[in-house]
C-alpha cells in the first residue's frame, strides 16, 4: 500500500530485485523440471522432514505425520532444497495433497532454504481427505541455486497427517494469463445511490454509436430508460465504454438492475440507509485493529481475540519496548494503538493522518451544514466505552492517540520530545498469525521529524475536541503538542532512513515542511496563539498548490492543514483565500472525475495508479465534499457522492472494494488475523473495510505473477497474498468512513 514507498515485505523478507516488473519467460524456453523425485516411487530422498515430523512411503506417496501444539506454519515442515531458480523465467509449480483429518491448511512455498528465507512464491489450500491437484504459475523474481520447496503444516492444535504425491516445479512454461471474472459489461454502484443525488453508471462496449438503456425495480418492470453516451477508449481501463445518466429517477427500493447493450448490471438500491451502515462498518473496523486489549466477541460476533502484545507468551510485548540495537538506553510501554495493517506494527506517519480523518469526521459534524453529530455519538459503535457520555468516535480515536502520546521520548534523554517513528517486531513474520500469537521481539525506531510533527498536529486536534468530555486528557494533549513542536523545532531535518525496512515499513520521506505546516495550523486552531499563526502564514506551503492528482496520505499531510483552516472557525489573516484554493482544488478535481468513464476524481501521471490508490480517490472526493461544505453548490455535493460509485463497483473490475458492501465485494484483503483464505478458523476482515487497490507498481510475487503489464485500474487482485494490491490499512478505512459519513449526512 502507498503508506511505504519501498516494499512492504508481509509475507516474509523479498529481495529487491523483485520490486518491479518481470520480464516475460525466454520464447522458446525448454520446460525442465526442477523437483528431484516428486513422484515417490521407490524412495523419500532427497526430501527432508523437520525434526518433530515422521515421514515415509505409503502408496507411492510421501506422508508425514504432522504433531499438533506447535505455534508457527514453519514448525513442522516437509521440502528439497537445492533446486534452481532464473529470474525473468515463469514455473509452474503443481502437486497432489490430502490432509486426514480433512479441513487442515498446508503453506506450500517456492523460497530461500537459508536466512532470511525469503519467500518468492506461496500458496495456502485447504486440504481433503480423499486428495486433490493443484497447480499454480508465477515468475521467479531472482536467480538462485539455493532455493527449496516446502510444505508447512505446522500450527494446528492436534496431530494430522499430510500425504504428498505428483510434486513438480516445471521451469519455462508459459506465464499463466490471468483474466479477471469482471461479471457483467454494466458497471454500477452496487451499493446504492442516493434518491436526490447523482446516477452513474459505465457501459463496457464494442459499439461505437449510442445504446438505449433501461431501469428495471425488483419485479422487473422498466421505471426509466434513454441513450447511451459513447466515451470511446478509456485511458484507465484501455476498454470502450458508454456512460449512462439516470440521476433524473427518484424513486426508492431495492433490487434495480440497469440494462443495456443485452447486459443486465449487478443489482442496486436507491436510498439512503446503506450509508448510514457503511458510516459505522468503516468505523467499527477500528476496534478490531486494537492492540493491547482482548477483542470482545459480543461486540464483535466471529471477531473475538486475545489481547495482542500484552508480555503474554508467546508475546514479548509492548510494555517495555527497547529501542534498536544502540540507539537509545532505554525502553518505553508503547502498549495501545491500532495496528497498522495486514501487520503487527504501529506506525506514528500513518496513525498520525488516520487519527485526523477519524477526529475531522466527527468535527465536520460540528460544524458543516448537513453535519449529524447525533450520528456519531455515545453508544454508535457498540465499543467497551460506550455508555460513558463521550461520542464513541473519539473514544476509539482516542485508543490511538494514548499510543502516540507514549512514543514521546521522556525529558532528561537525548532528542526529548521527539516522537519514535514506528514500533514493530525485528523481523517479519508469515500469515497467518494471531497477534497474541506473534512470538518476535519488538523494537522502537529512530524518532524523526515528521512523526514528532505527526504527534504535534494530532494532539492539538485532540486537544480541541476532547476539552468538553475530559479537560485533564485535553490539556495532556495540548502539552505534549507544545512538547513536540519545540522538538521539531531543534530537530528540523531529522528524517526515516529510507532502509529501515525489516520487519516494518520503512515510511521514507525526505521534506517535513507540510508536516510543519500541518502542526502549526492545528496548534493554532486550538490556541489562536500568534506564534503558530506566523508560522503558517511565513510557510511556503500555505500559498503552494497542494492538492495534485494523487491527493493526500501520510507523505503529503499539508491538505489537512489547509481542510482544517478553512473548516474550523478561526481569525488567520487571508483566510479567505484559504477556503478559496480548496474551492479551486475541488474544481480541478471535478473536471478530472467529468473526464474519466468510470467517473472517478482520480487520473495518476502516465495512468500508473499508487499504492493505496482507493484511498487516493476518497481523499480527492474529500476535497470536493469540503467545497460543498464552504459553498453548498450542488455540483461539488454531487461530484463527491459520485466520487463512491467507483469504490462501490462502478470500475473496470466491476468489484466493490468494501467487505460485505455489493453483490461482488472484496473480501480477502491481506491480513494476519482477516485470514480465513489460509485458515478456516479465522474470519475474512470485518464489514466495512477497504482495500487498497490497483497498483500500477505490483511489489508482491503473487500479483507479479498474475497482473505483469496491467493496465492502470486492472492492477489488483482480491488474495491475501497481494499485499500491495489488497492490504488493509487505518489510513485507507479513516478516508472511507470520513466519505461514508459525508454521503449519510446527505441522506
Not at 522458446?28 to 523440471?33: K, L, N
Request: proline letters at 7%; hydrophobic letters at 35%.
Amino acid at each position: 500500500m502507498k503508506r511505504r514507498r519501498t516494499a512492504l515485505l508481509s509475507l516474509t523478507a523479498l529481495l529487491a530485485a523483485a520490486l518491479t516488473a518481470l520480464p516475460a519467460a525466454p520464447a522458446g524456453a525448454d520446460e525442465v523440471e526442477q523437483v528431484r523425485n516428486g513422484t515417490f516411487d521407490t524412495t523419500t530422498e532427497p526430501w527432508w522432514t523437520t525434526p518433530d515430523v515422521t515421514a515415509g512411503l505409503s502408496d507411492g506417496r510421501l506422508c508425514a505425520d504432522v504433531p499438533g501444539g506447535t505455534a508457527d506454519r514453519w514448525d513442522a515442515a516437509v521440502g528439497q532444497n537445492d533446486i534452481t531458480l532464473v529470474k525473468g523465467e515463469s514455473y509452474r509449480f503443481s502437486f497432489k495433497a490430502s490432509g486426514v483429518p480433512e479441513g487442515h491448511v498446508v503453506r506450500a512455498i517456492v523460497g530461500l532454504q537459508t536466512a532470511p528465507y525469503d519467500t518468492w512464491y506461496e500458496v495456502s489450500p485447504q486440504l481433503s481427505a480423499s486428495g486433490d491437484s493443484y497447480a499454480y504459475t508465477f515468475t521467479s523474481p531472482v536467480d538462485s541455486s539455493q532455493a527449496q520447496v516446502a510444505f508447512q503444516a505446522g500450527g494446528a492444535a492436534d496431530a494430522w497427517r499430510l500425504c504428498l504425491d505428483d510434486v513438480s516445479l516445471l521451469g519455462g512454461v508459459p506465464p499463466e494469463v490471468y483474466q479477471p471474472d469482471t461479471g457483467p459489461r454494466v458497471r454500477v454502484n452496487q451499493v446504492a445511490y442516493l434518491p436526490a443525488g447523482p446516477k452513474n453508471a459505465t457501459l463496457v462496449t464494442g459499439a461505437g454509436t449510442r445504446l438505449p438503456w433501461q431501469l428495471r425495480n425488483a419485479d422487473g418492470r422498466t421505471v426509466a430508460h434513454g441513450w447511451t453516451v459513447p466515451r470511446g477508449s478509456d485511458v484507465s481501463s484501455g476498454q470502450n465504454v458508454h456512460s449512462i445518466d439516470f440521476g433524473a429517477f427518484h424513486g426508492r427500493g431495492k433490487d434495480f438492475t440497469l440494462v443495456a447493450d443485452g447486459e443486465t448490471s449487478r443489482p442496486f438500491a436507491i436510498g439512503t440507509g446503506a450509508y448510514e451502515q457503511l458510516r459505522l462498518d468503516s468505523l467499527k473496523y477500528y476496534y478490531t485493529q486494537r492492540s493491547g486489549i482482548a477483542i470482545r466477541d459480543d461486540l464483535r460476533p466471529g471477531y473475538g481475540r486475545p489481547a495482542g502484545h500484552l508480555n503474554a507468551a508467546p508475546n514479548q510485548g509492548d510494555a517495555q519496548v527497547p529501542c534498536q540495537a544502540g540507539r537509545c538506553a532505554y525502553t518505553l510501554d508503547v502498549t495501545g494503538g491500532w495496528y497498522d495493517a495486514g501487520d503487527h506494527g504501529k506506525y506514528i506517519v500513518n496513525g498520525g493522518i488516520s487519527t485526523w480523518e477519524l477526529l475531522s469526521t466527527y468535527e465536520r459534524s460540528l460544524h458543516a451544514r448537513t453535519g449529524q453529530p447525533g450520528r456519531l455519538g455515545d453508544g454508535s459503535l457498540a465499543l467497551p466505552e460506550s455508555g460513558n457520555k463521550v461520542p464513541d468516535v473519539l473514544d476509539e480515536a482516542r485508543w490511538e492517540l494514548e499510543f502516540l502520546l507514549k512514543m514521546q521520548v521522556p525529558e532528561g534523554q537525548p532528542l526529548a520530545g521527539m516522537a519514535h517513528s514506528k514500533v514493530h517486531d525485528a523481523q517479519w513474520t508469515g500469515l497467518p498469525l494471531l497477534p497474541s500469537d506473534d512470538p518476535q521481539p519488538r523494537e522502537l525506531h529512530a524518532p524523526t521529524t515528521q512523526a514528532t510533527l505527526n504527534l504535534a498536529a494530532t494532539a492539538a486536534q485532540a486537544a480541541r475536541l476532547y476539552r468538553p468530555y475530559d479537560r485533564a486528557f485535553a490539556a495532556k494533549a495540548l502539552t505534549a503538542a507544545r512538547t513536540a513542536w519545540r522538538a521539531a523545532l531543534a530537530h528540523p531535518e531529522t528524517y526515516p532512513d529510507p532502509n529501515d525496512g525489516t520487519g516494518g515499513g520503512a515510511y521514507p520521506d525526505d521534506n517535513a515542511s507540510d508536516e510543519f505546516y500541518w502542526a502549526a495550523a492545528e496548534l493554532y486552531l486550538t490556541t489562536g496563539e500568534q506564534e503558530f499563526a506566523h508560522h503558517v502564514l511565513t510557510s511556503p506551503v500555505h500559498t503552494a498548490g497542494i492538492f495534485g492528482p494523487l491527493g493526500f496520505d501520510w507523505g503529503r499531510t499539508a491538505a489537512a492543514g489547509r481542510l482544517d483552516l478553512a473548516t474550523v472557525p478561526n481569525a488567520l489573516p487571508g483566510r479567505d483565500e484559504v477556503r478559496r484554493s480548496v474551492i479551486r482544488a475541488a474544481d480541478s478535481y471535478l473536471a478530472t472525475a467529468a473526464s474519466q468513464p468510470y467517473g472517478m476524481p482520480y487520473a495518476p501521471d502516465g495512468n500508473l495508479y499508487d499504492w493505496g490508490s482507493n484511498a487516493q480517490v476518497l481523499n480527492n472526493a474529500h476535497v470536493i465534499a469540503t467545497a460543498y461544505d464552504l459553498t453548498g453548490a450542488a455540483r461539488y455535493r454531487d461530484g463527491a457522492l459520485g466520487s463512491m460509485d467507483y469504490i462501490l463497483g462502478r470500475n473496470a473490475l466491476n468489484i466493490s472494494y468494501v467487505t460485505g458492501y455489493g453483490e461482488v465485494a472484496s473480501h480477502r484483503q491481506h491480513s494476519r488475523w482477516y485470514a480465513r483464505e489460509l485458515d478456516p478458523n479465522l474470519p475474512d476482515p470485518p464489514r466495512g473495510t477497504l482495500a487498497g487497490g490497483p497498483n500500477s507498481s505490483i511489489q508482491d510475487p503473487y500479483a507479479q505473477s498474475r497482473l505483469k503489464g496491467c493496465t492502470g485500474q486492472f492492477c489488483y487482485v482480491d488474495d491475501i497474498q497481494s499485499w500491495s494490491t489488497d492490504e488493509t490499512a487505518v489510513n485507507w478505512n479513516a478516508a472511507l468512513a470520513w466519505m461514508a459519513s459525508f454521503v449519510a449526512d446527505q441522506g
